[in-house]
């Protein structure tokens, strides 16, 4: 039987990304900008937007768009917090259509990342 969230339902997920992940990310993705080396290297953009893709990926979660605003870096050794709450939860007979709302918070409580995401869950 397949867990699937309540409309309202809220999951947390915190992480401080490491200088390494950055470098190992930028091999993976091609991403080599400068901004993300040298004293303070800046954590990608898409590397940060993992935190509410892991959410997704725990509730087994299929994401069919997924949409980003970037509102401020983030950078190694700094924690993000990402909150997402479950909008809307369609029932159908081999699946649920959820709709999904995250925001991404630093340590000082300032908004890095926000977003929605739509998608399914199978049975």
Known sequence: MV???D???VATYSRTF???EVEQFADLSGDQGTHHEGDRPMVHGLLTATLPTKIGGDMDYVA???EFEFRRPVYVDEEV?????VERVDEHDDRYEIA????CRSGDDEVVLEGRTEGVIFR
């Open 3 to 5: 867990d699937v969230p």
């Open 7 to 9: 409309e309202g339902d």
């Open 18 to 20: 490491t200088e390494r």
């Open 64 to 66: 069919r768009s997924m």
């Open 81 to 85: 917090s990402c909150e997402s709450r």
């Open 100 to 103: 999904a709302t995250f925001v």
